[in-house]
């Protein structure tokens, strides 16, 4: 035979299994992401941080602080029993980390967990309150909640252990937008006829806002053998092992919502996931790994459950995602369908096409 016909063959054989490799692995290059809005809830973080992230860790003690602004006998001849809200009193302001790539914010919502001083039963809060939103320290909105009836404190059954819930939803609307690398803050004050206790940053007490926005887009979905993995890209970064062992982000097999913390040793995995284009911006996602331990469960009918804080938190709730939707590879385990499911067996291909190649040409 012919050095142009074995040539021929050599360069058909390669260019047949390098074709192979790179139809496998074509997951590597950049992903585009679906940027569609959803709502997320920022939380008062202690060391003055808003953040998505909720702390996972169900024994964590909720911040608690004392703020007043109330005056007594303001002005000559007021009996000294008398009090009057005073002006705004500053609660803190607590800003995000830089915004890893341009987002949207839309219809806020706050939240705040608060009790009255129960030792002060001269008069009753009425607590007002005032929310202001920044970018970058520039002021774009401000709510104002006055209201003379807001009270909790024994007559609602409440306490430092029960306090109550706080809930506003402004009648004008938040819209605004952020540029990669800007920081979005929110600033808290109260005015009340007696002191307040207010609690945030834990599981349960989970005082901020809510918005709706695309600061977390939906990647893709995968299946090998028996696991399954959900990738998500972040704006405004968190730790995702807390929303993992939080049980925030869950997956339904069979319409049976699996438990992380009885997972297998070393699931569910966090570990990085794919690249996805956000407006030119390459961005590493995050990727979280189920094992499935059913053998016969329809793992493409599978839903994710997705959530930063805990499933009946009253500002948010989880967002379901369909796993065909979003399946970006199927690889079933060895046992099942051959090699596909092995290790390292995209090297193997590119190895073999190089040993055949030598291989033919050694022959002529």
């Known amino acids: 035979m012919s050095k142009a016909l074995y040539s021929k063959k050599s360069t058909l054989l390669a260019f047949l299994i390098i074709t192979t490799f790179f139809l496998i692995t074509g997951n590597s290059s950049a992903e585009e992401a679906e940027a569609t809005p959803i709502p997320i809830h920022l939380n008062l973080k202690e060391a003055v941080k808003l953040s998505p992230e909720t702390s996972g860790d169900l024994e964590r003690v909720a911040i608690e602080e004392k703020h007043s602004s109330y005056e007594s006998n303001p002005g000559a001849g007021t009996p000294a029993s008398t009090r009057n809200?005073?002006?705004?009193?500053?609660?803190?302001?607590?800003?995000?980390?830089?915004?890893?790539?341009?987002?949207?914010?839309?219809?806020?919502?706050?939240?705040?967990?608060?009790?009255?001083?129960?030792?002060?039963?001269?008069?009753d809060a009425a607590l007002d309150l005032q929310w202001t939103v920044y970018v970058d320290g520039t002021e774009i909105y401000q709510f104002t909640d006055e209201d003379e009836n807001r009270e909790c404190d024994a007559d609602q059954g409440a306490s430092k252990d029960e306090p109550c819930e706080y809930v506003a939803t402004p009648n004008t609307a938040l819209s605004t937008t952020l540029s990669a690398g800007q920081k979005l803050s929110v600033q808290v004050e109260m005015k009340a006829f007696q002191a307040i206790y207010i609690f945030y940053d834990n599981f349960s007490r989970d005082s901020g806002m809510k918005v709706v926005t695309n600061a977390v887009i939906f990647g893709n979905t995968g299946i090998s053998g028996n696991s399954i993995y959900f990738e998500f890209i972040e704006a405004l970064p968190t730790n995702s092992q807390n929303t993992v062992d939080g049980n925030f982000i869950t997956i339904l097999i069979d319409g049976i919502e699996l438990d992380n913390n009885q997972q297998p040793s070393g699931y569910p995995k966090v570990n990085e996931g794919a690249s996805y284009d956000m407006n030119g911006t390459q961005i590493k996602s995050v990727r979280i790994t189920w094992l499935n331990e059913d053998k016969y469960a329809k793992l493409e009918q599978s839903i994710v459950s997705f959530s930063y804080s805990r499933k009946d938190a009253s500002t948010t709730t989880p967002v379901l995602i369909n796993v065909a939707d979003r399946l970006a590879s199927t690889v079933s385990t060895a046992e099942d369908e051959g090699i596909l499911g092995l290790p390292g067996f995209e090297i193997t291909v590119v190895i073999s096409a190089l040993i055949a190649t030598s291989f033919i040409r050694r022959k002529v």
């Open 85 to 123: 809200k005073g002006d705004w009193k500053n609660m803190g302001t607590w800003e995000s980390d830089s915004v890893s790539y341009d987002i949207s914010l839309n219809n806020v919502m706050f939240n705040l967990w608060w009790v009255e001083d129960l030792n002060d039963e001269d008069y």
